[in-house]
């Protein structure tokens, strides 16, 4: 379970996840919500006064769960670590709706108006970024990557990637693609830090 | 002046360009546009039926002012050629507005229920990867780039990065954060498919 969040409140953000891949993100209404859930349309603006305050926890609700994800990615050699995380983090289970896509591509345009979405979109970006600056900095410790290896320029080029491939899918016929393409991108990048003796071994 | 648009379509464009900034894209009506026009909105009517049809016109008007700029690169070194190239994508003069980058994501999110618009944003993906492919294949030929650059890799690539760095600065404090960073990360891709005659020379 999320922490912060109760099996009452999963049941609620599970309901605002269907209307949200349902609806999109501008014509969702707090009935909408209700309609996928058990509660009436009062029970949930008891908890939440507006549908931008459920959101904004819905949003909080699945950082939560992208966090456990990525933190359970644990694989040995640094390579693999970077291509899970890569990998977890480009195509969550959450992302297979085009619906959700769709959506949270509007959710991240308002984003500029909204600090609560803001605030949530950019944690998400910086514990990408500081999984990524981690595990390049462990492994050029230990001579896996070079000693060059900048763990800063790199956590910049996995996130960008990624919020590459995650917008170029929206409008395209072939959803998947630039998600390959972007793997493809990433596996070739971690091979170029890894140290010489390294890819001679 | 873009193909296809005469002077008056010119000033109802950059109406519209001025209303999309201000209004965004959801909110946005045919009298905002009116507002920033000369016209009364019965006379918009008159050309387009619906905000939509306007909106299909404004991104294909946008589309021409991008081929044209991009066309205009001309660099004699191809590295440069395609780091220009990248500069006018990822900062096209029209991007300067805030308001402008959040409509366009804004647009670009409801390109899977809008056919026009996603022909249209295809065409602009489509555009700068014929660039990309075309700088290449030409460079390596002439021994310029490496014998083993993917040209289709690299355009990949090119537009991955451009479109995780529009996509990026849209919630940001830092707007310009992500552009730099791309620019970055493209140059040394760059780089490393310069053959090791020209750089050795």
């Known amino acids: 379970m999320v922490p912060g969040f109760d099996a009452?409140?999963?049941?609620?953000?599970?309901?605002?996840?269907?209307?949200?891949?349902?609806?999109?993100?501008?014509?969702?209404?707090m009935q909408d919500i209700a309609d996928e859930s058990e509660k009436r349309k009062a029970a949930l603006h008891y908890h939440y006064d507006t549908k931008h305050d459920l959101?904004?926890?819905?949003?909080?609700y699945l950082y939560g769960r992208f966090h456990e994800r990525v933190d359970a990615?644990?694989?040995?050699?640094?390579?693999?670590?970077?291509?899970?995380?890569?990998?977890?983090?480009?195509?969550?289970?959450?992302?297979?709706?085009?619906?959700?896509?769709?959506?949270m591509l509007e959710l991240r345009a308002q984003a500029p108006y909204a600090e609560d979405y803001r605030d949530r979109l950019a944690k998400v970006d910086r514990h990408v970024r500081e999984r990524v600056v981690e595990t390049v900095a462990e492994e050029a410790e230990r001579g896996v990557f070079?000693?060059?290896?900048?763990?800063?320029?790199?956590?910049?080029?996995?996130?960008?990637?990624?919020?590459?491939?995650?917008?170029?899918?929206?409008?395209?016929?072939?959803?998947?693609c630039p998600v390959d393409a972007a793997q493809t991108v990433l596996a070739e990048r971690v091979e170029d830090l890894l140290a010489d003796e390294v890819l001679a071994g």
């Open 146 to 176: 070079r000693d060059d290896a900048d763990p800063d320029e790199m956590a910049t080029f996995v996130v960008t990637v990624i919020s590459g491939a995650h917008t170029r899918r929206v409008p395209l016929d072939c959803p998947d």
């Open 8 to 29: 009452t409140d999963e049941g609620l953000m599970s309901a605002t996840y269907r209307a949200f891949c349902r609806r999109g993100f501008a014509s969702l209404t």
């Open 73 to 103: 990615v644990d694989h040995d050699a640094p390579a693999e670590q970077l291509l899970a995380l890569a990998e977890t983090v480009l195509d969550p289970p959450a992302s297979g709706e085009r619906g959700f896509r769709t959506a």
């Open 55 to 60: 959101l904004a926890a819905f949003l909080e």
